[in-house]
């Protein structure tokens, strides 16, 4: 059977028995929703930290949220944050009732005359933010525990999920090396009956989502000729944290053929950080577009993207920031010679920090313990028959497609268990 692969950035995935953050043995999970004042409306990526730690986690698109909290941490406060909307924080013993619900308000930005709110320049402000990287972000090495989840869907079924904790070695972001990375944990399931004559793997795993770090990684976005492929305009102001943010609306300009990048950067007005960014591929020629991301494919097919889009958030510790939250969505269209109907296929990957450490002692991954970048995540990784699979690591709680998924290859493997008996 003829195979063929999406690629956008290599990489691949080893099970490694170890990790940095031992697994805690006592811990107390809390949960709940954060929804917006008023409307209800759930809100999808909202950040959860626990004060005075490294610990956290963001809501899933239904607005829900998993907490683990080691017992040693008591009395502790919950700040919850959403661009846009005005930070709130509540104890974290009133989360213990996962029906808990949080509720955020919208922040009105206080009016003002243009030149006030407005940067003078908005091309400068962009080269500032990422020319002064090594000053505002990470500058020294860190450890970090991360929850990693890809999904692929044929229109709206799943056929594929894969999900791992991973340990991320970051250099500071002044820094040339690479970023390093080995898996602790994994567990994926294929339903190939769904797929098709066709079989679709997503080459890259985790890295694909950390490579979204446009201040670590600017050259697949806004390398130094890049920026001035651009056209950078102010489109108003916005909150986060209590802090004024600075929208700037980006887009290649006309004069440019190859595909590039359109969206927002959402910058901190006062100390010139990118705290979020949100953009996608202009699909301008769906020829070019496809070869950026199919690898492989039979030859009486014909396949291209229609949709590439992609999302990074920062947080601020003591000053600095650091990487915190990434997500990928790719659409296609499969097309093949002879048939009345094309198939519709989505991918989409996330991967959010959980925890961190200074990396003090300046350890890193011997090689055979580092994610090459050329292997796809392993598709024997098991564990979906265990419900307590990911012990006291912190995950992004399943919408409610996946957990249905899920409990659906639980099922399937209780059957496969009672008939080898």
């Known amino acids: 059977m003829k195979r063929f692969k999406f690629v956008f ?29 008023g409307s ?17 986690t963001i809501t899933n698109t239904d607005g829900e949220f998993s907490l683990k ?20 924080t509540v104890p974290l013993t009133s989360l213990k009732n996962k029906e808990n619900k949080i509720y955020l308000t919208v922040a009105v930005t206080q009016l003002a005359p243009v030149d006030i709110n407005a940067p003078k320049n908005v091309e400068r402000l962009v080269w500032e933010v990422f020319s002064k990287k090594g000053e505002k972000y990470f500058d020294k090495p860190t450890i970090m525990t991360a929850f990693y989840r890809e999904t692929i869907k044929k229109r709206r079924k799943n056929v594929s999920l894969s999900e791992a904790v991973v340990t991320i070695y970051k250099s500071p972001y002044e820094a040339d090396r690479k970023d390093a990375m080995k898996i602790y944990k994994a567990r994926k399931s294929t339903d190939y009956s769904k797929l098709d004559t066709v079989a679709l793997k997503l080459q890259g795993g985790p890295f694909n989502t950390l490579y979204v770090d446009l201040i670590r990684y600017p ?20 909150y986060i944290d209590n802090r004024l943010i600075y929208i700037v609306d980006f887009n290649q300009l006309a004069t440019i053929t190859s595909p590039l990048y359109k969206g927002k950067l959402y910058i901190d007005a006062t100390n010139k950080t990118l705290t979020s960014a949100i953009y996608q591929l202009n699909i301008t020629d769906r020829n070019l577009a496809a070869k950026l991301f199919v690898r492989r494919k039979p030859a009486n097919v014909d396949v291209w993207p229609t949709e590439v889009a992609y999302r990074v958030d920062y947080r601020e510790q003591n000053g600095k920031w650091y990487f915190g939250y990434s997500n990928i969505l790719m659409e296609f269209k499969v097309d093949w010679k002879g048939k009345l109907f094309n198939s ?5 990957a996330e991967m959010a920090i959980t925890d961190w450490e200074n990396n003090t002692d300046g350890a890193n991954l011997k090689n055979r313990e580092k994610l090459k970048s050329s292997i796809i995540l392993a598709d024997e990784a098991d564990g979906f028959s265990d419900p307590d699979f990911w012990g006291a690591y912190n995950i992004i709680e399943p919408e409610k497609s996946i957990e249905n998924a899920i409990k659906k290859i639980q099922r399937q493997l209780k059957r496969e268990e009672r008939k080898g008996a």
């Open 9 to 37: 950035i290599l990489a691949n995935l080893v099970l490694i028995s170890t990790s940095i953050f031992a697994q805690k043995e006592s811990f107390r999970e809390y949960g709940g929703v954060v929804l917006e004042e």
């Open 40 to 56: 209800n409306k759930p809100l999808a990526l909202a950040t959860l930290s626990v004060e005075n730690t490294n610990t956290s």
């Open 69 to 88: 909290v080691p017992l040693t941490t008591k009395n502790a406060q919950v700040v919850v944050s959403f661009l846009g909307y005005e930070t709130k």
């Open 344 to 348: 519709v296929y989505s991918m989409a």
């Open 219 to 238: 050259q697949y976005v806004f390398s130094e000729n890049a920026m001035n492929e651009y056209d950078f305009k102010f489109n108003g102001t916005t």
